[in-house]
């Protein structure tokens, strides 16, 4: 069984930084694609960031030059530093991992989501 489990959300002034930190545990093959998604209140979850294994990087337009996605190997832990936060970057924020975790099946896991809230 595969777990990925969120640290590092919380409260932080506007301009501030914080870093989450996703870790996968259990039954672990491969990683491929890891990444981050968020949900404000009242909206749709959008994709913020992705590094691929090697390590290619995609950011939404929104956080490009603010906030960096990272992956430690041995660790199977994805991180993203957040920096120079706005209101706007407030909410849940999911890790996703697609990795294989037996033989014959590969697909996407998720963590239980960490509140980030940034105030203004």
């Known amino acids: 069984q595969v777990q990925l489990v969120e640290s590092g959300g919380g409260l932080v002034h506007a301009g501030g930084s914080l870093r989450l930190s996703c870790a996968a545990s259990?039954?672990?093959?491969?990683?491929?694609?890891m990444g981050w998604y968020r949900q404000a209140p009242g909206k749709q979850r959008e994709l913020v960031a992705t590094?691929?294994?090697?390590?290619?990087?995609y950011y939404v337009d929104s956080v490009k030059g603010r906030f960096t996605i990272s992956r430690d190997n041995a660790k199977n832990t994805e991180y993203l530093q957040m920096n120079s936060l706005k209101p706007e970057d407030t909410g849940v924020y999911y890790c996703?991992?697609?990795?294989?975790?037996?033989?014959?099946?590969?697909?996407?896991?998720w963590g239980q989501g960490t509140q980030v809230t940034v105030s203004s």
């Open positions: 590094i691929t294994n090697p390590d290619n990087t």
């Open positions: 259990g039954s672990i093959f491969s990683i491929y694609t």
């Open positions: 996703y991992a697609d990795l294989r975790s037996s033989v014959l099946y590969r697909g996407d896991y």
